[in-house]
């Protein structure tokens, strides 16, 4: 076990070296200066200048490389907090936790702030809202999709098996819309938008109930057609009718027999819907203006905040790919063929 583990932190420890080079070459090797795509188009020529000279961003590329991945990672200190560049471009880059320290992502050009003031408070929001979805759309998939599965071709399979297709085609801002109409507008329910503010009268946890609806619902109608799917074909197999032909009941033969061997396939799929929930979310986060990580990478993206649009892409693929480690481990627990050699 140990030896498997090994191989596989040694691989994503790979892999975040190749993600970060890509991030940074797809960032920073586009044309035109590194200096005017963070200061702004409206930046001066002089201001441009001296920070290509003093950052260093007319070095060769792979130098430049590896000093930003020198001050991500704590090797170096971030040249942008020297003062005689604050004083040159007439603003302030001071850092509460210092100029070295590990996870410095830099300073954000557009709101003048560091990076990382502002990113953890926006995944933290996507992380509550993607916890609660995962929380509600594990049961309810797995429940749906054992009870479609157990009986293939019933009235209750094939409505289930319908009412999947329905929500997995419905696309998130029709689905939110439709919310919106029902049980804001209509109803009168709920908040129909939902900026984490109690300024509006509406309590906070409200606030979250119709993005958690659209995401459960949008997830749910995948996940819950390949744990029927699952299911179904380990309810044919033959070691599921020696079980039943010995005498065992129906839920001892699907507790005991069939529900890991069911969910090996089902695994996978769920934990990149946890990677969906947390990095693609930004349809849903839009529709009711909810400050969340996706939010975030958006306005960045139409902003041009390069520093901002490294780290959030960094991020994601950071929580990607350990999600990814973390399904092949549960992978091979629940898949005795495979096991953790």
Do not use: C
């Not at 930003?68 to 005689?84: S, Y």
């Not at 998939?141 to 009986?151: D, E």
């Not at 780290?311 to 350990?322: C, D």
């Amino acid at each position: 076990m140990l030896k498997y583990l090994s191989k596989k932190f040694i691989s994503v420890i790979a892999t975040l070296l190749v993600a970060s080079f890509v991030v940074f070459a797809l960032t920073e090797m586009t044309p035109g200066s590194v200096a005017r795509k963070k200061l702004g188009q409206f930046a001066l020529q002089s201001q441009v200048d001296f920070m290509d000279e003093q950052l260093g961003y007319n070095d060769p590329f792979y130098q430049r490389y590896v000093r930003w991945l020198g001050i991500l990672v704590g090797a170096m200190p971030d040249p942008i907090q020297d003062p005689k560049v604050g004083e040159a471009l007439g603003r302030s880059f001071v850092d509460k936790r210092g100029a070295q320290y590990f996870g410095n992502f830099g300073f954000s050009f557009q709101s003048n702030q560091p990076v990382n003031d502002i990113i953890w408070k926006k995944l933290a929001n996507t992380g509550i809202l993607a916890g609660i979805s995962f929380a509600l759309i594990v049961p309810i998939s797995i429940f749906f999709g054992m009870l479609a599965g157990m009986r293939e071709g019933s009235w209750y399979d094939r409505t289930i098996s319908v009412g999947g297709i329905v929500a997995t085609s419905l696309p998130e801002f029709a689905l939110g819309v439709f919310l919106v109409a029902i049980f804001s507008t209509g109803l009168g329910w709920l908040p129909g938008g939902s900026p984490l503010s109690a300024g509006g009268g509406w309590p906070i946890w409200t606030q979250f109930v119709m993005p958690v609806m659209v995401l459960v619902i949008y997830d749910s109608g995948y996940v819950i057609r390949m744990v029927r799917g699952s299911m179904t074909e380990v309810m044919a197999s033959n070691y599921i009718r020696t079980a039943i032909l010995k005498g065992m009941t129906m839920p001892r033969v699907v507790t005991r027999h069939g529900l890991r061997n069911a969910m090996i396939a089902p695994f996978t799929v769920m934990m990149l819907q946890l990677n969906f929930l947390i990095s693609g979310v930004v349809v849903t986060e839009m529709i009711f203006n909810f400050p969340g990580f996706g939010q975030l990478l958006l306005k960045a993206s139409l902003e041009k905040d390069v520093q901002m649009i490294e780290a959030a892409t960094l991020i994601s693929l950071v929580f990607a790919i350990m999600t990814q480690f973390i399904s092949d481990i549960g992978y091979a627990l629940l898949n005795p063929r495979i096991g953790l050699r």
